[in-house]
């Protein structure tokens, strides 16, 4: 990989980061209304994301520049949970202020470092990324290469994402046992499009740990995939249904946002496509896979301008105008990773 290139990739993660913590720092700043503590406080958080986003490219690309060393192993993950964990702490936090805009904005807050905890395992999983192109020019019957990492290792980093999803999913559901409340409809049906995207990085964690294995079956190369897709599927339409099924004023913030969820479900997909495209095989169309981020990011910014125009007149589109944003530089943030895979596993690393 070209150094400079190299450099470009781990830089994209940052200034994402750097946009969602400015944007959300200048609304908190911007007004002490309701809209602009939810939506502050929410595109601040997503900078947890973008951060765990950069360890994983780090953490890739010295092992494509050969500057790799066990300190790296240590120190990007260190940093990618960190961020995790202090996120869900300030969600807690922000949640326990016992105002309707602190228990959704909490709320989502945690749900956004459970996805960051995610997101820091995919950079964890990573650390043997090498082994995959390797292990993916050798044959299944070689087994485990004797520098992989042991089993309960792997199953380790695979049940970090389950647990994820697990408490996302409960959580979501307690709230929408109380969905007649407004905070409890938007924090939940929110934190039910957080928990696809932890279940969608289910499906990125096991294809990376199952590769670096070299454990990685036939059924897998789709099934992994078409999980993404039900996930982010289920998310837009679920979106689609807040939207349209009630005439409750609360439901744009979160119908809208679920539609931006589901974008990032379809981001990843490009991740975990492009790892099952290339194992084994050859695929001519794999340098048009990081596309796709760049697709839902686009989506996500058009959507959230068209909102932001609503905004003027109706005050409801006010979050969702801001929060989309931020979705759409997680999506760009993906592309520079997508982009990563494609170097390394294609040979250009």
Not at 118 to 125: K, R
Not at 128 to 139: C, E, Q, V, W
Not at 177 to 193: C, K, N, Q, T, Y
Request: with cysteine; proline share 4%; net charge positive.
């Amino acid at each position: 990989m070209n150094y400079w290139i190299s450099i470009l990739f781990r830089v994209i993660p940052l200034a994402m980061g750097a946009v969602c913590l400015g944007l959300g720092t200048y609304i908190l700043r911007g007004g002490d209304g309701a809209n602009y503590f939810v939506s502050g406080h929410v595109l601040v958080s997503l900078t947890a994301i973008c951060v765990a986003l950069f360890t994983t490219a780090a953490m890739i690309i010295r092992q494509l520049t050969n500057t790799f060393s066990r300190t790296w192993m240590t120190i990007l993950p260190v940093i990618g949970y960190s961020v995790a964990v202090a996120t869900m702490l300030w969600g807690f936090l922000v949640l326990r202020q016992g105002s309707a805009p602190s228990f959704v904005a909490g709320h989502v807050m945690f749900g956004v470092g459970l996805i960051a905890a995610c997101v820091s395992t995919v950079a964890t999983a990573s650390s043997a990324f090498t082994l995959i192109p390797r292990n993916a020019h050798g044959r299944a019957e070689d087994g485990p290469p004797r520098d992989a990492y042991s089993a309960a290792t792997g199953l380790g980093l695979i049940c970090v994402p389950l647990v994820a999803t697990a408490i996302a999913f409960v959580w979501a559901m307690t709230l929408l046992a109380r969905e007649s409340a407004a905070p409890d409809f938007i924090a939940g049906h929110v934190l039910m499009g957080l928990t696809a995207i932890c279940a969608s990085l289910i499906a990125l964690v096991s294809t990376v740990v199952r590769q670096v294995r070299n454990q990685f079956g036939e059924t897998e190369r789709w099934v992994w995939t078409l999980w993404v897709l039900l996930m982010g599927t289920a998310t837009f339409g679920l979106g689609l249904f807040v939207l349209f099924s009630s005439d409750r004023p609360e439901r744009i913030a979160p119908g809208c946002v679920l539609l931006g969820l589901g974008m990032i479900c379809y981001s990843i997909i490009s991740k975990v496509w492009l790892l099952a495209l290339v194992w084994r095989r050859e695929c001519s169309l794999a340098n048009r896979v990081p596309l796709i981020p760049i697709v839902t990011c686009l989506s996500c910014l058009f959507f959230s301008a068209f909102l932001a125009e609503a905004a003027v007149s109706d005050p409801s589109f006010f979050i969702p105008a801001r929060v989309l944003v931020g979705l759409g530089a997680v999506c760009f943030t993906l592309f520079s990773i997508v982009s990563i895979l494609e170097a390394g596993t294609s040979g250009k690393g």
